[in-house]
């Protein structure tokens, strides 16, 4: 795993990244300085913790070996490991951190050093991994914040919402190595997690979270600029794949037929699109299982190891890396589209639910003779552009990753509604979109030339369907209904 990984959407991983270590108004409470002095007590502290509990399978000898020297280093107050009533019963091992007298800041569990947080003990479902333990302490509670921990990793878990939660996974095995990223990443734990930093309140973790969510709200709104643009991506690798040119062929001979059959693509773009920004949204408000290893790893978009992370890492980038593009994310999508729509039963890892419904169903028009979006190939560069299209935008500080947990129906809505508005068309040359005087207009290749020539000021994106004006659709947003039988689904 990454030094620090960061899961849900309470926190901004850019706003953790790029934003606090610059805001000047927190920086007292960060307590860099402090950071600094116990870089090498907490590189001893776990190094020592490392080769004492390896092989350990008793959570009282993580909680001796590691947990009470960290808590020390730290300054932490914690009560003795109690048992509390959650809906699933007695669940034990948890610990109290007090600020004061008796009021409880958070929960504390410690594991058997090399048990999973996110896999359940042999033969139990896994309702009964330590990390939905956690969470159900919480919410007995009331408490929003928990701390988990094995030898080698401490996750801060933020409860919200029943048991939608987001956590900060800090690997304490790479703390101890000194690997790159790990003291930016020790001086983060040190400043939200040291005793000073839950009081006075509001916690300094909440002011992090709350800071965070302001910043992406303003970003939030340049998504409605970029998803046409995604919806080009899509037409645009389907009408240029090789794979393709076979079956496009009989309707690209008369503009009627590339018009029409044009038309009849961009439904299927519109269905494909939005079965990503569904999976975005369910992932980011709990709705798919991200805790569940199986989809975690193999179907997610989103996550440490999910499709996006893999498209935005220039190693595997099929855009920036030839040998990348070998149709796996393509296949990967299709592969989540389909899991979807059929569901699966893992056993004691749990189940993910068929989606019906006909989002996830192929898109298909009886009597129909022009292919189906869902039949032609489109290149996982074409995939990349629109996932990063969907999850990322450039604002003055860098490039920003959107979090879709901070979205409502409505503003997915909006967007449907949006795109409902707009048509497309087959252009017979390239054209230009430029910003001119504050506005963006298309131009062919000689009106940018001339432009070039009178004011130099052009800059140059994507081409852009023509777009015509349309009467208001009352048609349902997709995601609506997608959502509530989610939500039935999960209750």
Known sequence: MDVLQVQGDAFSEYYLHKVLPQEAKLAPRLDGPGAERAWRPITSLLRHAHRELRGSRQARVTRRVLLDPLAELLGWRLGEPEAIQTSLGEEDGSQPLFLNGSEKAARVLAIPAEASLDLPPEGLHRRFA???????????????????????????????????????????????????????AWRLL???????????????????????????????????????????????????????????????????????????????????????????????????????????????LSGARGLVRRVMDRATDPRANPEAATGFYEFSLRALFRLLRDGVDLGPEGR??????????????PDCAFPELDDLRLGDQTVAHVLEFLTHVQ???????????????????????????????????????????????????????????????????????????????????PFAEELRRLARVTQ
């Open 352 to 365: 993910i639910p068929a989606y019906g419904g006909g989002l996830f169903h192929p898109h298909r028009e």
């Open 130 to 184: 330590p990390a939905h333990s956690l969470v159900r302490m919480l919410e007995q509670e009331g408490l929003t914040w928990g701390l988990l921990l094995n030898a080698y990793e401490l996750r801060v878990v933020r409860r919200s919402e029943g048991f939608v939660s987001s956590h900060l996974a800090f690997s304490l095995l790479d703390l101890a190595a000194d690997v790159p990223g790990a003291r930016d």
């Open 190 to 300: 040190w400043g939200l997690l040291r005793g000073d930093a839950w009081q006075p309140a509001p916690t300094l973790l909440d002011e992090v979270v709350r800071l965070g969510r302001e910043h992406q709200q303003e970003v939030g709104g340049v998504l409605g600029s970029q998803v046409p643009g995604a919806v080009e991506r899509l037409l645009q690798g389907a009408l240029t794949h090789p794979v393709n040119q076979e079956k496009l062929a009989p309707f690209l001979t008369s503009p009627a037929g590339r018009r029409a059959m044009l038309e009849h693509l961009h439904g299927g773009a519109l269905n494909y699109l939005y079965r990503i920004l569904f999976v975005l949204y369910a992932e980011a408000r709990g709705l798919l299982p991200l805790d569940m290893p199986a989809y975690r790893d193999g179907y997610a």
């Open 395 to 477: 604002t003055k500080r860098g490039k920003v990753t959107l979090s879709y947990r901070e979205l409502d129906v409505e503003q997915l809505g909006s967007l449907y509604e949006g795109l409902l508005e707009r048509t497309v068309d087959y252009v017979e040359q390239p054209l230009w979109r430029i910003r001119l005087d504050g506005d963006e207009v298309m131009v062919t290749e000689a009106q940018l030339s001339d432009l070039r020539k009178r004011r130099g000021e052009v800059g140059a994106a994507a081409p852009e369907p023509d777009e015509d004006d349309a009467e208001d659709e009352a048609e349902e947003s």
